[in-house]
Every structure is written in structure tokens, then in C-alpha cells.
T-cell receptor, first 111, second 112 residues
Framework: GEDVEQSLFLSVREGDSSVINCTYTDSSSTYLYWYKQEPGAGLQLLTYIFSNMDMKQDQRLTVLLNKKDKHLSLRIADTQTGDSAIYFC???????????FGKGTMLLVSP | DVKVTQSSRYLVKRTGEKVFLECVQDMDHENMFWYRQDPGLGLRLIYFSYDVKMKEKGDIPEGYSVSREKKERFSLILESASTNQTSMYLCATGGPNINIQYFGAGTRLSVL
């Protein structure tokens, strides 16, 4: 079945850029998503990218998609302590309502 | 804004009890989902529903059942709770486009 892989942990200093990486196996993935989970809370959609796009930028967030290598990344510019959270990568196919999530990357931002 | 409300944030139950976790959404979404989240395992789909009275098994349905009598409400039922069902349970809803899912705040269930 489909699989989504992420590194489990990333630590950065406040003000630095963070890059969270994700790989997926399903070549028919249509949409790819980044969700954020703050402590004790549910998941919140950060951004998504359609599979025919290479890049999407939204304020401090930049999503890069390399469809050939099935690699997705999320770059957070000027990382703040409030960005400390778990970040989940997910993918879906057109016609299917379910998402396949990665295990999540815990981002720790130190002052 | 989409609102997904889970009835309890924290729940403590005894082994063997029947447990109901409730989820209500206010956006008229067709799709609703139940996940459990465990450290190191990420989110795992238990059941989902794409319409009233319809249900589909997810990846880990064993020990669980669901009920969807009304479009806005999706209940997860633990018929006889066991300690290995101690977990964070997350409900989500999704509309017809782009497969974006909207999550509730979660219910942390402890089975003693």
C-alpha cells in the first residue's frame, strides 16, 4: 500500500530556516498536504500542493515538490518558538476520500 | 470556519466498559473519519463514513465500531475497552473537494 515517510525529529534555533522532508511511494498521488499539530491539539492544515505544481509559497512557508523523486519538503523561514509542533505530511488520490499520513516530524525551536 | 467538536478532551474508563466517543461537525461535510494517534506510530485510520448510515473500515478497525445516524454526528464505539486502546482519538471531517480534512481537538482516552 501507500507509504509516507518523514524524519522524526528536527531541532533549530529561533530565526533559522527549518526544512522538513517527506517521501511518498504512491505515484498517483494527486494532492500533498502539510498539517501542524500543537501540543494537546488536533491537526491543522498548513498548506497543500497539487501534484502538477513544483512549488507553493505562503508567507513564511515554502513547499517544494519533486514528483520524479516523490519528495516533498516544507521550509519555514525565520522559525519562531511558536512553530514548535509536530508536522505531518499526507497524500491523497483523486476519487478517494482518505489521506495517508506520515508519522510526523517533531520540530523543536530553541531561543 | 469549520468546527469539529469532540465531546470529551479527557476520558478515563475501566477495562471491559463500553465507551462512546462523539464527534459533531457544523459544515455539512459528507465525509467523517476516526483516527487514533500513538507515539511513534502517527495517525492510523480506524473507520470512516462517506454518508449517513454508511461506514468503511480503515486500517485498524478491530475492537471498534461506528455509528452515523445523522450527517453531522459520527460516533466511535469501543464495545469492551481494553488497555491497548489507551490512546489519543482524533475525529476529522472532509468536504467533496481536494480531500482536505478538518480535525477536532482530540480525546485522550485512558483505559485502566
Amino acid at each position: 500500500g501507500e507509504d509516507v515517510e518523514q524524519s522524526l525529529f528536527l531541532s533549530v534555533r529561533e530565526g533559522d530556516s527549518s526544512v522538513i522532508n517527506c517521501t511518498y511511494t504512491d505515484s498517483s498521488s494527486t494532492y500533498l498536504y502539510w498539517y501542524k499539530q500543537e501540543p494537546g491539539a488536533g491537526l491543522q492544515l498548513l498548506t497543500y500542493i497539487f501534484s502538477n505544481m513544483d512549488m507553493k509559497q505562503d508567507q513564511r512557508l515554502t513547499v517544494l515538490l519533486n514528483k520524479k523523486d516523490k519528495h516533498l519538503s516544507l521550509r519555514i523561514a525565520d522559525t519562531q518558538t511558536g512553530d514548535s509542533a509536530i508536522y505531518f505530511c499526507a497524500e491523497s488520490n483523486t476519487g478517494y476520500s482518505t489521506l495517508t499520513f506520515g508519522k510526523g516530524t517533531m520540530l523543536l525551536v530553541s531561543p | 470556519d469549520v468546527k469539529v467538536t469532540q465531546s470529551s478532551r479527557y476520558l478515563v474508563k475501566r477495562t471491559g466498559e463500553k465507551v462512546f466517543l462523539e464527534c459533531v461537525q457544523d459544515m455539512d461535510h459528507e465525509n467523517m473519519f476516526w483516527y487514533r494517534q500513538d507515539p511513534g506510530l502517527g495517525l492510523r485510520l480506524i473507520y470512516f463514513s462517506y454518508d449517513v448510515k454508511m461506514k468503511e473500515k480503515g486500517d485498524i478497525p478491530e475492537g471498534y465500531s461506528v455509528s452515523r445516524e445523522k450527517k453531522e454526528r459520527f460516533s466511535l464505539i469501543l464495545e469492551s475497552a481494553s488497555t491497548n486502546q489507551t490512546s489519543m482519538y482524533l475525529c476529522a471531517t472532509g468536504g467533496p473537494n481536494i480531500n482536505i480534512q478538518y480535525f477536532g481537538a482530540g480525546t485522550r482516552l485512558s483505559v485502566l
